[in-house]
């Protein structure tokens, strides 16, 4: 959805804008803002990053002996990605793109919307970004030209679900109370983060359970639409909604789901780490359960 208006656009971005990007002024052309979100350890940093109509990052490489790379998160109007020798790519919400390292890539506004992702930045050894050289002009006009996209679905909840329902989360039904569903992202591969898009019905919830690993690892929540609980053991159960964000460190016990009469969904962020496991426990309870508030 293309958003001219900074007014507008700051009623999208749920994540919010943040203040001016100066640190990296100097590799942007146009304005771009930056609001830090979360550090998950050494593993993972996120922010939230939007770019001003026709805005967008120089060329741009990722460097790092081990881990690095970044993955974009499409959360608000309308940009573009583009590799070096390919075709861009619309960026529009729900978009993802994992950015391996050592690959020539920019990102940006589209000229006629403000556009806004989260970076995910991803933790390793000697990590540098190693900015090239603008997008021209002349490269930046030839992109091609689109209708404004809009949100597909019936049901507001479907429309707001942008990252996608995706099919039964049959490989982790045993372990959930009720219906959910898994729209995997990124692909599975070591050392990087996995990310999907988790949807629960009404009153689903999953079993208590502990991420497990020697370094590093755990989990990051980004609540995306609806309303649903994060309880910690020993803790008062916390409210999410669309725009909150969780970071479950490893070892800690745990659960979420939706309220009983609110369908909600998050994204699911794997932290990379060593020897990883999940460790699953008991069910909430029904009473545990229906005495939340």
């Not at 020539?104 to 556009?115: I, N, T």
Request: hydrophobic share 35%.
């Amino acid at each position: 959805m293309k958003t001219i208006e900074k007014k507008e656009f700051k009623k999208e971005n749920y994540l919010g804008i943040g203040i001016y990007n100066v640190m990296f002024a100097k590799n942007m052309t146009g304005k771009t803002y930056m609001k830090p979100l979360k550090m998950a350890g050494h593993a993972l940093m996120l922010a939230n990053v939007s770019f001003e109509p026709g805005a967008r990052c120089f060329w741009h490489i990722h460097r790092g002996t081990t881990g690095g790379g970044q993955i974009i998160i499409c959360t608000a109007g309308e940009g573009w990605y583009q590799e070096e020798g390919k075709e861009p790519v619309r960026m529009v919400p729900g978009s993802v793109v994992s950015i391996p390292t050592d690959v020539l890539h920019w990102h940006g506004a589209v000229k006629d919307s403000w556009f806004s992702h989260i970076a995910v930045e991803i933790g390793g050894e000697n990590l540098k970004n190693e900015f090239v050289r603008p997008v021209s002009e002349e490269e930046y006009a030839a992109l091609p030209e689109y209708e404004a996209w809009q949100p597909s679905g019936n049901p507001v909840f479907d429309r707001e679900n942008v990252f996608g329902k995706g099919q039964p989360n049959v490989n982790f039904a045993q372990y959930f109370d009720g219906e959910s569903f898994m729209n995997p992202l990124t692909p599975f591969e070591k050392g990087r983060p996995f990310v999907a898009n988790v949807t629960f019905e009404p009153g689903c919830r999953n079993h208590w359970h502990i991420h497990k690993s020697t370094k590093d690892g755990g989990q990051v929540l980004v609540c995306t639409a609806g309303e649903g609980w994060y309880q910690e053991e020993g803790k008062k159960a916390k409210t999410l909604k669309k725009g909150d964000i969780v970071y479950i460190p490893a070892g800690v016990k745990h659960w979420h789901g939706a309220k009983k009469d609110q369908w909600f969904s998050h994204l699911s962020i794997e932290v990379p780490g060593e020897n990883t496991e999940n460790v699953w426990l008991e069910a909430v309870s029904r009473e545990q359960y229906e005495a939340l508030l």
